[in-house]
């Protein structure tokens, strides 16, 4: 059977959520994925993805992200399997910081929990830090981390109970629309649909030449490591955390130790920077991290986390970020094709946390044209403006 209802190009986190979405609704779905799903070649690896209300980015997210947590729940539930671990969330920085106001702002407009803790506060709940006198420090309950390989194949495994057909490692070269029918042709066969969703996270703009030019890729350093005190930084003990300052662009941020047996490997303590690094092909990644770059990563965060610099480096990877122009996502339907394909893209490094109401929201879009949930302000029609 090479004919569906919908194809969704890229089975990664959007993908996988948006076939099992589909599927629970009787829809014929076809996900094509180029490598394994989950896999290491793109945004979602590395066994752990924070997830927070107080959204400093822009509080139209807010509402997303409450229907988010709903739909993360219904998962848990359908699935047998917890997939977000609630540590709360530190933010540490200046109190004229665009992040630390951006979260105060988002957290009033939503009326979203945040607790301002002193400096005296923060010393005695949270030794593990050397935070400046004149940093403010936030703590938001309902934050914590999400399992972003677990979720996949989670949604992945559930769609293809549901009756979904998941195609792995195998690549698409092109597609085409004629009439009413879109042609889409792999390296191993070639498939017919009525609607088109693309969710190839990195390479979207080498599916969609007119997004191409709205998409930076960028290469990714985060790092695992092991303190001496393993226990001061479990779940527990050590909250998720970020930290914003006037040294650098974007914010550096962590999680708390996750051990091997619970959580896989690698094991410990994670952190990195978010910011838009080097741009890079991600056909041609390069994935070995210098002595250099992983220096600079442990000694930014050593300034604010002492105990890391004692702490052994447990493993270094790279990950991807599709950036959009104003780094918020891009979700529409893709103009001159009536309303037949969609795209997912421009997540720039904060869009995991959605994967739950985005599959929702992409089978909207799919089947009823439209969604009622709020994402006008994510459309392609603001690059135009």
């Not at 945040?114 to 940093?135: C, M, N, V, W």
């Not at 910011?275 to 990563?297: C, F, Y």
Request: a neutral charge.
């Amino acid at each position: 059977m090479t004919s569906y209802d919908v194809i969704v190009i890229g089975v990664g986190s959007m993908g996988a959520a948006t076939c099992c979405r589909l599927a629970e609704r009787g829809c014929k779905v076809l996900g094509i994925e180029q490598f394994d799903s989950p896999h290491a070649q793109g945004s979602h690896a590395g066994q752990s993805r924070i997830i927070r209300k107080a959204y400093f980015e822009h509080p139209d997210y807010v509402p997303l992200l409450q229907r988010a947590y709903r739909n993360w729940g219904q998962l848990e539930v359908q699935t047998g399997e917890q997939v977000y671990f609630k540590t709360g969330l530190i933010y540490h920085g200046p109190h004229r910081h665009p992040v630390m106001q951006g979260t105060i702002k988002a957290a009033f407009l939503h009326n979203i929990e945040l607790k301002e803790l002193t400096h005296e506060q923060t010393k005695g709940r949270y030794p593990q830090y050397s935070i400046a006198g004149d940093f403010k420090t936030l703590y938001e309950p309902d934050a914590g981390f999400l399992r972003p390989e677990k979720i996949i194949t989670l949604y992945k495994n559930e769609a293809i109970k549901k009756g979904a057909t998941i195609y792995t490692n195998e690549r698409v070269l092109h597609w085409s629309k004629n009439n009413d029918e879109i042609k889409v042709t792999t390296g191993k066969n070639v498939y017919y649909t009525k609607k088109l969703i693309i969710t190839a996270g990195a390479w979207a703009g080498k599916i969609l030449a007119q997004v191409n030019d709205k998409l930076k890729i960028t290469r990714q350093v985060i790092i695992w490591m092991k303190p001496a005190d393993e226990k001061l930084f479990s779940a527990s003990q050590f909250p998720c955390w970020l930290i914003a300052d006037d040294k650098r662009q974007g914010a550096l941020y962590g999680f708390p130790f996750l051990d091997a047996k619970s959580f896989g490997e690698p094991e410990g303590l994670k952190f990195a920077w978010h910011h838009a690094a080097d741009e890079t092909d991600p056909d041609a990644v390069n994935r070995e991290v210098t002595s250099d770059e992983a220096e600079q990563l442990i000694r930014a965060v050593t300034g604010y986390i002492p105990a890391v610099a004692s702490a052994k480096i447990a493993a270094v990877k790279t990950c991807l970020y599709a950036n959009s122009p104003d780094e918020d996502f891009i979700i529409d339907h893709l103009p001159g094709y009536n309303e037949s394909v969609i795209v997912a893209c421009g997540f720039s490094g904060h869009g995991f946390k959605f994967v739950s109401v985005l599959g929702e929201i992409l089978a909207d879009l799919a089947m009823n044209g439209r969604t009622a949930l709020p994402i006008g302000f994510l459309g392609l029609k603001r690059f135009q403006e």
